[in-house]
């Protein structure tokens, strides 16, 4: 795991890296690529620094959705587990939607999953 020297967090092995697929306009078709050190042009991907800050931002929204489902589960006892993470689910796709929150769908899906897995954590006294 590598880790960002501002936070002193470790980037999580399944956060995703995903590369930029873009296309510029025009009367040929044309794609973004990169050329990379070894002279072969690539498709571009994040810096490790802005993958970093995008896995802190998401790591930090887990933690505050996990403080929510917490909550939820509290005042809501007739909630089932799967009923909490939908709603919660729905929420994060829809400020997504929205525009309010900047994830991609597979930073989404690490999200959810990574509430799910803490979530259970916390129900079951497991550690991963």
Do not use: C
């Amino acid at each position: 795991m590598r880790t960002s020297q501002a936070a002193g967090r470790e980037l999580h092995p399944d956060f995703p890296n995903e590369p930029i697929v873009g296309a510029i306009s025009g009367a040929q078709h044309k794609v973004l690529l990169h050329r990379g050190d070894n002279g072969t042009y690539q498709i571009p991907r994040r810096s490790h620094e802005e993958i970093m800050r995008r896995f802190e931002a998401a790591d930090d929204l887990v933690s505050q959705l996990v403080t929510y489902f917490k909550r939820k589960k509290a005042e809501f006892p007739e909630w089932t587990d799967e009923k909490n993470l939908e709603r919660i689910r729905l929420a994060v796709i829809r400020k997504v939607q929205q525009g309010e929150w900047p994830y991609t769908q597979s930073e989404q899906k690490w999200i959810l999953d990574r509430l799910r897995e803490r979530s259970l954590e916390l129900d079951y006294g497991q550690t991963k």
